[in-house]
Nanobody, 135 residues
Framework: VQLVESGGALVQAGGSLRLSCVGS????????TGWFRQAPGKEREAVSF????????YYSESVKGRFTISRDNAKRTTYLQMNSLRPEDTAVYYC?????????????????????????????WGKGTLVTVSP
């Protein structure tokens, strides 16, 4: 099983980036997918998630109106379009996938918990891609 992120870069405040995450080794259509992020010294937080099936979405309050999540099941890819980037968006962005049989996206991300230095609650995690937003 793999989740491979790409698209992270250094960008100026106000700019845009699109992150991509390609999944392999599992039945993509059966999994909700999305993005978490972790800034240096901070907890990992849910950014946006999208369910398989009905495409229900979740956005954190800090990114609502600026970020858009989408997925292409044929390409096994999840995207995160990030506009109007701010320095506080600087973080490592992690793709995640969780087997989903009808839950809402907000319910899925709420299951993620930290135990020690590890995060649990998703079936699969990517290795992350770094987004740096300069002032």
């Amino acid at each position: 099983v793999q989740l491979v992120e790409s698209g992270g870069a250094l960008v100026q405040a106000g700019g845009s980036l699109r992150l991509s995450c390609v999944g392999s080794g599992f039945v993509f259509d059966n999994y909700a997918t999305g993005w978490f992020r972790q800034a240096p010294g901070k907890e990992r937080e849910a950014v946006s998630f999208i369910t398989n099936g009905d495409g229900n979405t979740y956005y954190s309050e800090s990114v609502k109106g600026r970020f858009t999540i989408s997925r292409d099941n044929a390409k096994r890819t999840t995207y995160l379009q990030m506009n109007s980037l701010r320095p506080e968006d600087t973080a490592v962005y992690y793709c995640a996938a969780d087997l989903n049989l009808g839950r809402a996206a907000s319910q899925i991300v709420a299951r993620v918990k930290r135990v020690g230095d590890r995060y649990y609650g998703m079936d699969y995690w990517g290795k992350g891609t770094l987004v740096t937003v300069s002032p």
